[in-house]
C-alpha cells in the first residue's frame, strides 16, 4: 500500500505540471477535420482570428464559389459548428483537472477554560483522490479523444449538409434560368400561335393550346425563381452569411468519371468519427467500471495531520478516517456501472451496424445516380437534340406543321429539366456518400 501511494503521488506530482493548451486542444482536431473533409478550419478565439476569417471570405466571396469553397465557409463560420468546437475546450479543462491533486484541508481550533487555552491545528489529505488519480486522468483523457471524434463527425455532417445546400441552390440558378429561357420561347410561340389564328391559318383550339402552354411556363418561372431563393437562403444558413453575399455559379459541375469504392463498409468502420466516438466510450466506461470496484469498499479515505498545544505540552500525531462499510458495500454502485458499461456495448454494436447499413445504401444511391445522369448525358439528351434537328429540317421542307415543332421544343424541355434533376442529385449522393464513410470518395468537385 505504501509503494502504491508513493507511485500515485508521484504520477499526479508529475502531470501537475500539465497546463492548458494555448489552442483550447484543437490542433489535432482540426488536423482529423482537414484529413476528412479537406478543408481547413480553426477556432475563432479573438480578434485575430476574427481578421483572418473576414480575409477568407472577401477572397472566396469576390467570384462564384465552389463546393469547397463552400465547405470551408462552414466549417470557418457556421456559428453551431463554432460553438461545438468548444466543447473541446472544456474537455481538455477536465482533463488537465483531473491531473492535479485536490487541495489539501487545513483547520485551525483555539479552545480557553479559565486561564488554560488550547490550540488545535490539522492538516488533512484525500487518499483517494490521490490514489485514483492516474486512473481518473485516463479515463478523461479518453473522453478528450471522444470528444474530438465528436467535433470531426460534428463538422463532416456539416460540411455534408454544405455540399447539399450548394449542389441544391446551384442547381436553382440553373433551373431557374432555363425556366425563364422557356417561358420567353413560349411567350414568342403564344404570339406566333395568336397572330396565325387571326389571319385564318390556325384554329381557335390550336391558338389556346399555345396561350396555355405559355401560361404555364410562366408559373413554372415562379415556381422556379421561388425554388432559386429558398435553397440560396439555405445555403446561406449553412455558411453563416447573408444571401446576397453569395455568388453561385451558372451550372452544376459536369459528371465525373465512374469512381469505384472496393469496400465501403470497411472504409465506414475505419473512417468514419462516431465508430471510433463509440468505441472509446465503451472503453473508458469500462475504465469507469474498474474504478468503482477499486473504491466500492473505501469510499471515504482521508489522512490528516494534527498537532495540539494544550499549554507546555505539544504532542503530535496524525488521524485517519475510514467509512466503515457496514451498511453500503458499494454492490449498487457497482451493478449500476456494469449495466452502463453494457448499455454502452450494445451502442457500439447498434452504431457499427447503423454504419455498414448507411454506407451500402449510400453507395448504391451514388451508383444510381451516376449511371442516370450519365444516360441523360449520354442518351437522353443527344437524341432529343437529334430529333430536335430532325424536326427542323422536316419543318423547313413544309413536311412538318409548326404546332409539331413547338411540340417537341415542349419534350426537349422535359428532358433538360430531368437532366438538370439527375446531376444535382447526383453531387449530393456523392456528398452523403463522403458522410456515410467518414471521408473523402476521391472524386474532384470542382
Given at each position: ?24 486542444g ?17 477556432l ?50 477536465d482533463?488537465?483537472q ?50 474530438r ?12 449538409e ?81 444571401a ?82 457496514l ?29 455498414r ?82 471521408g ?7
Open positions: 500500500m505504501k509503494h502504491q501511494l508513493i507511485a500515485a503521488a508521484a504520477a499526479v506530482l508529475l502531470s501537475g505540471c500539465a497546463s492548458l493548451s494555448p489552442d483550447g484543437f490542433g489535432a482536431a482540426a488536423t482529423d477535420i482537414r484529413n476528412r473533409t479537406g478543408a481547413e478550419t480553426r475563432l478565439r479573438n480578434e485575430e482570428d476574427q481578421r483572418a476569417l473576414a480575409a477568407v471570405l472577401r477572397e472566396r466571396l469576390a467570384k462564384p464559389i465552389t463546393a469547397n469553397d463552400a465547405v470551408e465557409i462552414a466549417l470557418l463560420n457556421n456559428r453551431a459548428l463554432q460553438a461545438r468546437y468548444w466543447d473541446l475546450g472544456i474537455a481538455e479543462a482533463l488537465v483531473a491531473g492535479r491533486l485536490q487541495n489539501p484541508g487545513f483547520s485551525f481550533k483555539r479552545m480557553k477554560d479559565g486561564s488554560d487555552v488550547s490550540l488545535e491545528r490539522s492538516l488533512t489529505f484525500n487518499l483517494v483522490g490521490l490514489i485514483t488519480a492516474p486512473l481518473a486522468q485516463r479515463i478523461e483523457g479518453r473522453r478528450f479523444e471522444q470528444v471524434l465528436d467535433i470531426s463527425a460534428a463538422a463532416l455532417a456539416t460540411a455534408t454544405a455540399r447539399e445546400a450548394y449542389y441544391e441552390a446551384v442547381a436553382g440558378v440553373q433551373g431557374a434560368d432555363y425556366a425563364g429561357q422557356v417561358s420567353a420561347a413560349a411567350e414568342a410561340s403564344a404570339e406566333l400561335a395568336q397572330r396565325m389564328q387571326q389571319a385564318g391559318n390556325w384554329s381557335k383550339y390550336d391558338a389556346a393550346r399555345e396561350q396555355a402552354y405559355h401560361a404555364d411556363s410562366m408559373a413554372d418561372v415562379s415556381r422556379a425563381l421561388r425554388n432559386a431563393i429558398a435553397t440560396r437562403e439555405k445555403l446561406a444558413r449553412v455558411l453563416g452569411l447573408d446576397a453575399d453569395i455568388k453561385l455559379p451558372e451550372r452544376l459541375p459536369d459528371l465525373p468519371a465512374a469512381h469505384q469504392l472496393p469496400d465501403v463498409e470497411q472504409a465506414a468502420m475505419t473512417g468514419r468519427a462516431d465508430i471510433a466516438a463509440a468505441r472509446l466510450d465503451t472503453e473508458a466506461t469500462a475504465a469507469s467500471l474498474g474504478l468503482t470496484r477499486a473504491t466500492r469498499f473505501i469510499n471515504v479515505l482521508e489522512l490528516g495531520a494534527v498537532r495540539e498545544r494544550d499549554g507546555a505540552a505539544r504532542p503530535r500525531g496524525y488521524e485517519i478516517t475510514v467509512e466503515v462499510p451498511f453500503d458495500w458499494g454492490s449498487a454502485r457497482n451493478a449500476r456501472a456494469e449495466a452502463v458499461y453494457m448499455q454502452a456495448v450494445n451502442r457500439l454494436a447498434d452504431t457499427a451496424v447503423h454504419a447499413s448507411e454506407a451500402r445504401e449510400s453507395y448504391h444511391a451514388y451508383q444510381s445516380a451516376w449511371t442516370l445522369a450519365k444516360h441523360y448525358r449520354d442518351v437522353v439528351i443527344p437524341l432529343r437534340q437529334q430529333i430536335s434537328q430532325e424536326t427542323l429540317l422536316r419543318y423547313n421542307g413544309m413536311l412538318l406543321s409548326v404546332f409539331e415543332l413547338l411540340a417537341d421544343s415542349r419534350e426537349q424541355t422535359m428532358a433538360v429539366n430531368a437532366s438538370i434533376n439527375a446531376l444535382k442529385e447526383f453531387w449530393i449522393a456523392d456528398a452523403r456518400l463522403q458522410a456515410a464513410i467518414g473523402h470518395t476521391g472524386v474532384k468537385h470542382d
